[in-house]
């Protein structure tokens, strides 16, 4: 049996969430909640992007790549650098990545794509999960930009 996952974009999700906690909808607590472990892994695992939290608009965000698969056994819900990601494509079937971006500052995190890795998957790299501004207080899918540095000190 061969398993197909669609790429999943959950920027829609976001700026509908966003606009909700401008309007007042919803709490600033409510979604400035990263778990300690998110936090941690971001500092380990994260990939730094050039986009300015939405919330509190100091702190640069972070993604997170978490894994999930069955043939990844106890690794399945860990989070793996992108360079990982590239070493296990190459030596498991399928797994499915899900980038999760946070807030180091205020703990502001979302969900903001899943997509599917693996040597059954046509996508040898994940496309794009770096984000950049695509309008204020948005997230488009485009390239990190590449004139700021990665920061790599944990």
């Not at 700026?15 to 979604?31: I, N």
């Not at 965000?61 to 698969?69: N, P, R």
């Not at 106890?74 to 990982?84: T, V």
Request: net charge neutral; hydrophobic share 35%.
């Amino acid at each position: 049996m061969h398993l197909t996952t669609a790429d999943v974009d959950y920027s829609l999700q976001r700026r509908r969430l966003l606009r909700d906690v401008q309007s007042g909808r919803v709490d600033v607590a409510e979604v400035c909640d990263a778990s300690p472990y998110l936090v941690s892994a971001s500092k380990f695992h994260g990939e730094e992007t050039s986009q300015r939290c939405p919330i509190c608009r100091r702190e640069y965000l972070w993604l997170v790549h978490y894994i999930f698969g069955d043939e990844l056994r106890s690794s399945a819900g860990q989070a793996r650098g992108r360079a990982e990601l590239a070493m296990l494509a190459r030596s498991v079937r399928h797994f499915d990545v899900y980038v999760v971006e946070v807030c180091r500052g205020c703990g502001w995190n979302h969900l903001i794509n899943r997509f599917a890795l693996g040597r059954d998957n046509p996508t040898p790299e994940p496309a794009a999960s770096v984000t950049s501004p695509a309008s204020p207080g948005e997230v488009g899918h485009t390239s990190r930009d590449m004139s700021r540095p990665i920061r790599t000190d944990t």
